[in-house]
């Protein structure tokens, strides 16, 4: 069964840094693109970022552009979030999530279980 | 971008009624490239359908999804206990991808 396993989140304060991991396991990562998804408290979902399968063409929500940076490391089966500059308003659970469709169009599945990261002072 | 508007927010229903979920689109979505999720509290989102219609591999047969252009609808057609939870819609037809609000069906 695939398995994304989320880790990294924590309590930041304004202006701070987080770097999320995104384990992927029970699937042949590196042929797959990926993304990340947020979920504010008690809100809807947001895409954030994806990256392609080969880690190329990164691409971000303007909400979060210049700002974070989408990596993988296909050795390591593991996708990254690295998250700078944060603000209150980054305050969600983030979901890694994989990608599935045809050419440039992809839905999401699965997704992994998020982890809380919170901003504030 | 896209905006998707889902309705109604909350959905009343009691066990064994039909459960008919809108979601509207800003503008056409292309290829009726538009997926639904369910989300149960505490939990991730799970897909249910893809491409409007087609049900991801695992979800029963009582959800079905249909559309096109700017409106769709997903449809459980007897709700089961376990079918109380928020649905989104999704578009992945044009940049970025874009969500909808979410309905939440509640036990009535």
């Known amino acids: 069964e695939v398995q994304l396993l989320e880790s990294g989140g924590g309590l930041v304060q304004p202006g701070g840094s987080l770097r999320l991991s995104c384990a992927a396991s029970?699937?042949?990562?590196?042929?797959?693109?990926m993304a990340w998804v947020r979920q504010a408290p008690g809100k809807g979902l947001e895409w954030v970022s994806a990256?392609?399968?080969?880690?190329?063409?990164?691409y971000y929500a303007d909400s979060v552009k210049g700002r974070f940076t989408i990596s993988r490391d296909n050795s390591k089966n593991t996708l990254y979030l690295q998250m700078n500059s944060l603000r209150a308003e980054d305050t969600a659970v983030y979901y890694c999530?994989?990608?599935?469709?045809?050419?440039?169009?992809?839905?999401?599945?699965?997704w992994g279980q998020g982890t809380l990261v919170t901003v504030s002072s | 971008e896209i905006v998707l508007t889902q309705s109604p927010g909350t959905l009343s229903l009691s066990p064994g009624e039909r459960a008919t979920l809108s979601c509207r689109a800003s503008?056409?979505?292309?290829?009726?490239?538009l997926a639904w999720y369910q989300q149960k509290p505490g939990q991730s989102p799970r897909l249910l359908i893809y491409?409007?219609?087609s049900r991801a591999t695992g979800i029963p047969d009582r959800f079905s999804g249909s559309g096109s252009g700017t409106d769709f609808t997903l449809t459980i057609s007897r709700l089961e206990p376990e079918d109380f939870a928020v649905y989104y819609c999704?578009?992945?037809?044009?940049?970025?991808?874009?969500f909808g609000q979410g309905t939440e069906v509640e036990i009535k």
């Open positions: 999704q578009q992945y037809g044009s940049s970025p991808r874009t």
């Open positions: 491409d409007t219609s």
């Open positions: 990256i392609s399968h080969t880690g190329g063409s990164p």
């Open positions: 029970a699937f042949t990562f590196s042929n797959y693109p």
């Open positions: 503008q056409s979505v292309s290829g009726s490239y």
């Open positions: 999530a994989k990608e599935y469709g045809s050419g440039s169009y992809r839905w999401f599945d699965p």
